[in-house]
């Protein structure tokens, strides 16, 4: 009676057949207005919908969880893709439900933007800065990527001026590492939607503001050498 869905990375065009489909027979749909305005045109109009915000996303999820309890058919739905960068509302939405609650994956800004980079998923470390809670460990495991020669596929942190981790504050936070000031970055913006991509060096990137809905591609210098057969010669 509750399930939480991958809205896509904000193109409708996007979204699962599945996920529409669940979506179209909800009698409850949820989520943050971003998310909700995605999939608004494909919402039931006789369905109640649950718009949330940072702020009052617990107490909105407890009125989710008690459609859902009293037998509605109530559809939580998450940005991109609910298994990068959308655990912690996934725990918020099981927490609210007091068990846990079934996943429709949906197609990530990651799995997007490799595809607009040519990025092969194998040879790349996916990290979040957009969570709660202690980002010391990820910022650790993004230097240690690098550092063994990975691509990093990396979602900035937009909130607050005290906890923000955004791409100039990323680029910083590497070269204060050690990470050469000339290593390439690429910030891609609103994938799928108004495309814009920026491609610099760390140095460069440390001075640029970019918006919130940005994800930055850090691609190794030591890319692998293709390891197929040989090419039959000419
Ligand atoms: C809480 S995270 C959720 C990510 C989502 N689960 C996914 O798989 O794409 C939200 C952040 O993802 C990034 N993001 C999501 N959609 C994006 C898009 N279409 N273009 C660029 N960045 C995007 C932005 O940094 C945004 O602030």
Redesign the pocket.
Known sequence: MIICI?A????IGYLTQHGARLIGEADVVAGFEAVLEVVHSIIPAAAQTVTMTYRDQVAMLAQVAEAHHAGKRCVVV?????????F??LERVERACGHPVDTLP????????ASRAKVCFDETTFI?F??RGDLAPFKRHLLHVLQDGRNAIV????WDAARSFMPRHIAAYLIEQGIDPGQPIEV??????A?AEWHGTLAACAQIEFS????ILIRTPQPMASQIEAAEPA
Do not use: K, V
Not at 8 to 11: L, N, Q, T, V
Not at 155 to 158: E, F, K, Y
Not at 212 to 215: A, E, G, N, T, V
């Open positions: 991958g896509g990375p904000g193109d998450f940005m991109g893709d609910i298994h990068f960068s959308g912690q509302y949906g197609i990530s800004s990651a799995q997007i933007l979040t957009h969570r979602i900035p942190c937009p891609w913006e609103n994938l799928t939607r495309e919130d809905m940005s994800i």
